[in-house]
Every structure is written in structure tokens, then in C-alpha cells.
């Protein structure tokens, strides 16, 4: 598919048709997570990969997104390993940091990768994060960004009907 094929086709499934990803989608997925850009590289993303039924069942407890998704992808950052941006004002602990958009970058990248590996796949952040951290084991220094649901949409599903309606770019865009 070309680039923008998939920027304009791919949307947020919500529901599946339980069939798993293939191995071989699943590293093509991650790989494209892998390679996105971060901050200095710090690359302090950490991906967790869920697909057991015990653990999505814990996933299912802290949000009422999963649709289904037979694999569900947990994007976490390394807070103690984050670019603190030198010109941001105040004190230290209310700089700005590149955790949260290094880690949205990645789950940009993977979520456009679903998308061109013929997966669809659904961004959550509804999910109460630091009780799915504690519950899935995670380290105490990771945040969890999002949740990426990965699957097929079930033959019944179609992009919500607000998807296609985009405001115009002079409503977005402002040329200085």
C-alpha cells in the first residue's frame, strides 16, 4: 500500500474477529516501533506484547477498550531515562520531557505499521494506567503511554461515521 493509503484508510477498529496476528506481521509491527525517532535516541520505550488469555483478561480490568483484540500491545517509557528539555522554565520536575510524545511517536509508527501489514488496530488510552502497570508486573519507572489493540475487524466492522470528517487545513494550519 502507499504511504498515504494507509494514512487516510487505516482507522480505529472496535471490534474483532478474534483471529490472531501472524508472527511475522507482529515483528513488522514492532520493528517500525523500533526504528522511530526519539529524543537524543534514548529510545526509553519499552513495548510489552500481550496476546496469553490470563493477561488479556488483566488488560480487560483496567479499561473497556480491547474490542477483542487478540494482541494488545502495552507502550511504556523509562521515566528515569528521558530528555529534559533545556528550555522549558520552571523548576526541574515540571520541565518538559520527551517520554510522553517519544512514546507516542513509536506507537504512531507501529499503529501506521498495522496498518500496512493488513492488521487493524485501535490506540486506548480510556485504561487506568498505574493499576494495569502494578497488575502486569511492570518496573516502577515505566509509565504506560497507550494501549495498541492488534487484530482483524470483524466482517461487520467499518470506521465510526465521524472518521472521514476532517476540517479543512485553513482551520488547522496558520502560515506566519
Known amino acids: 500500500m502507499e504511504f498515504k493509503e494507509v494514512i487516510q484508510q487505516r482507522y480505529s477498529c472496535k471490534k474483532y ?3 490472531q496476528i501472524s508472527k511475522e506481521q507482529l515483528n513488522e509491527i514492532l520493528e517500525a516501533g523500533r526504528v ?6 534514548l529510545q526509553e520505550q519499552h513495548i510489552y506484547v500481550i ?3 490470563e493477561k488479556l483478561a488483566v488488560v480487560d480490568r483496567h479499561t473497556p477498550c480491547r474490542y477483542g483484540a487478540p494482541t494488545v500491545l502495552v507502550v511504556a517509557f523509562d521515566t528515569k531515562n528521558v530528555y529534559t528539555y533545556p528550555t522549558s522554565a520552571g523548576p526541574e520536575t515540571d520541565r518538559r520531557q ?3 510524545e517519544d512514546a507516542a511517536i513509536v506507537a504512531t509508527h507501529m499503529m501506521l505499521a498495522a496498518a500496512n501489514a493488513g492488521v487493524d488496530s485501535c490506540w486506548l488510552n480510556c485504561i487506568h494506567v498505574d493499576d494495569l502497570r502494578k497488575d502486569l508486573g511492570l518496573p516502577e519507572n515505566e ?3 497507550m494501549l495498541l489493540d492488534l487484530g482483524f475487524a470483524a466482517e461487520d466492522t467499518k470506521p465510526l461515521p465521524n472518521h472521514f470528517s476532517r476540517k479543512p487545513l485553513e482551520e488547522t494550519v496558520t502560515y506566519l
Open 36 to 41: 522511530a525517532p526519539t529524543a537524543k535516541n
Open 143 to 145: 509509565d504506560i503511554l
Open 17 to 19: 474477529d478474534g483471529r
Open 98 to 100: 520527551s517520554g510522553i
Open 51 to 53: 496476546q496469553s488469555v
